[in-house]
Nanobody, 124 residues
Framework: QVQLIESGGGLVQAGDSLRLSCAAS????????MGWFRQAPGKDRDFVAA????????YYSDSVKGRFTISRDNAKNTVDLQMSTLSPGDTATYSC?????????????????WGQGTRVTASS
């Protein structure tokens, strides 16, 4: 069982940066591949980024590649999402996820555990 709690969301201006953090409970955090998804109002939930259990491999959606960076600290049981050059199109609730599935070169795999989400609003 893994519990995930996100933090760091807020209201920013277009072009600003923001760092989201996800704190995970449990002693087996380093066994999980981790991901971030987002859901804009009235839209489906979309994959944003994923990172392998040891942090060596990362995956990003095309819409955030080059602007967002996912990282993890297995000693602290945290996974972060550094977001830069934010635009109104990035406005969404961002959720942290955990999975024991292999990422299979994409990160778009079934995830077992989800946080409640943290809201990010980028205004123009």
């Amino acid at each position: 069982q893994v519990q995930l709690i996100e933090s760091g969301g807020g209201l920013v201006q277009a072009g600003d940066s923001l760092r989201l953090s996800c704190a995970a409970s449990g002693r087996t955090f380093s066994s999980y591949n981790m991901g971030w998804f987002r859901q804009a109002p009235g839209k489906d939930r979309d994959f944003v980024a994923a990172i392998s259990e040891n942090g060596d491999t990362t995956y990003y959606s095309d819409s955030v590649k080059g602007r967002f960076t996912i990282s993890r600290d297995n000693a602290k049981n945290t996974v972060d999402l550094q977001m830069s050059t934010l635009s109104p199109g990035d406005t969404a609730t961002y959720s942290c996820t955990a999975t024991l599935y292999e990422l299979h070169g994409t990160g778009r795999v079934p995830y077992d555990y989800w946080g409640q989400g943290t809201r990010v609003t980028a205004s123009s």
